[in-house]
């Protein structure tokens, strides 16, 4: 399974949790923003820790490093600067133990599928923190993968990009497979559930998750904490 952009919001990742429980997952991906815009951070680290899925790629996003470093001007909007230092100042010694010593603190990973060459980001190359990768992208720095899965847009994609390659099999082709799973908890497509990726390694079929959650019951873990811009969204997707 492949995770990006939980974001605090604990009624959405139990609701994919549970989606998963007749699923046969060998291996999950994170790819960081597990935190803040929420209210539940600490427990939504609670709850990855206890999965007994191997983890392949457990990224920091750019919320985790803003706030372990407290740089909150790259955020777009005031109220993103100050709902991140509410979130730092709830954060429990085991989110800070988790964020600093068990993500991966450069925001991207490469790992091995099977015989898959991987690269995980919370962004893209350009930035592995702030900068989206978005369909169409066909940088030459991603050809030598099989798979570039990324976060950060909130927005679910997947496509393809075929690079040359010294191959005559192939036709001199190199496929590059691009996934973006969507946000589980925060998102932006315009649809409010919580979304996700399921990859069979075996066949290359891609499974784009969407299941809806109790959004009311997460809402009302709102009460005035961070600007109510975060609360209402949730109904929205936006």
Known sequence: MVISDIHGNREAFLRVMDSLKDDMIEGAVFLGDLIDYGMHSNEVIEMIQSLKYPI???LRGNHEQAIITESYDRFSSKRGS?????THSVLNENTWNYMKNIQNPSGMSEFMLEEKRC????????????KSIFPGEDSPEYGKYDYVFSGHSHLPHYFEVFYPADNPKMRNKKKTVFINPGSVGQPRNLNPMAQYCILNTGTGQVDMRKVPYDIGKEQASYHGQVDDFYRERLESGV
């Open 56 to 58: 392949l790629s457990n």
């Open 82 to 86: 100050a709902c991140a230092m509410y």
């Open 119 to 130: 690269l995980a980001v919370h962004g893209s190359l350009e930035d592995n923190y702030w």
